[in-house]
């Protein structure tokens, strides 16, 4: 866990090696051991001293429930600037990035939510203001009740890919069948409904209904484009 690179954004140099010390263990492997094949090769610089920094100020804001004074340049290369409350950061394994949920406010009142990568950030400022109409922020949670089918190791698979979301599920031991309702952040349901069609037939999405359609939406169009490749 010391090797990870990502503990470099809880932990100092000096730590570190006082904890590897206390440990008294040595590594079993070294990270160029492992191949991520589902991963994306361009994750966050996570040894980057200001993406440390300004990982470390936005988990400090979210601690103290205090407003930050974040900039951040978009995909179109525009630099905004504004005060935002964080309300959670969010590792994402298969773009290996992190990404900050964040209410943004206009003289202590909210004016609105958004989801900022991390990477993104070029400038942190911590505050002391507390806004005076602060709530807990509850998340605009969706469900979807899915089927999983005994195939391919399915179950273990769905399990550990959506290891993050709040999920029940019942497990059918004669048909092997597994159902699962998944509550997930709105903002997050494209990603969703790409996650979940990479395991192709073994699942099922079976409501909402919205949800469905948006799945056999994605699915009719990459059918169309193989009819057409084909013909071509």
């Given at each position: 866990m010391l090797s990870d690179p990502r503990s470099g954004l809880f932990l100092d140099t000096e730590q570190k090696s006082q904890l590897t010390e206390l440990l008294g263990a040595k590594k079993l492997y070294q990270r160029n051991f492992l191949t991520c094949f589902d991963q994306y090769s361009d994750g966050d610089d996570f040894h980057d001293p200001q993406y440390i920094q300004h990982f470390r100020d936005i988990l400090s804001a979210i601690h103290g429930k205090k407003l930050i004074k974040i900039s951040f340049q978009t995909r179109k290369d525009?630099?905004?600037?504004?005060?935002?409350?964080?309300?959670?950061?969010?590792?994402?394994?298969?773009?290996?990035?992190?990404?900050?949920?964040?209410?943004?406010?206009?003289?202590?009142?909210?004016v609105d939510s958004g989801i900022i990568n991390l990477s993104q950030v070029t400038l942190t400022k911590l505050t002391d203001i507390t806004p005076e109409s602060f709530l807990a922020v509850t998340d605009k949670k969706k469900q979807a009740k899915i089927k999983i089918l005994n195939e391919r190791n399915a179950v273990n698979r769905f399990m550990l890919e959506f290891a993050e979301l709040e999920k029940e599920s019942v497990f059918d031991e004669d048909s092997g069948e597994c159902m699962v309702s998944i509550k997930y952040d709105e903002q997050n349901e494209n990603e969703i409904i790409i996650r979940l069609l990479s395991f192709g037939p073994v699942v099922e999405v079976l409501s909402p209904y919205d949800f469905r359609r948006k799945i056999k939406e994605r699915v009719d169009r990459q059918l169309a484009l193989m009819k057409k490749t084909k013909r071509e």
């Open positions: 525009n630099r905004i600037t504004h005060y935002f409350l964080p309300t959670k950061i969010e590792y994402s394994a298969k773009n290996n990035k992190f990404r900050v949920y964040v209410n943004r406010y206009q003289k202590r009142r909210m």
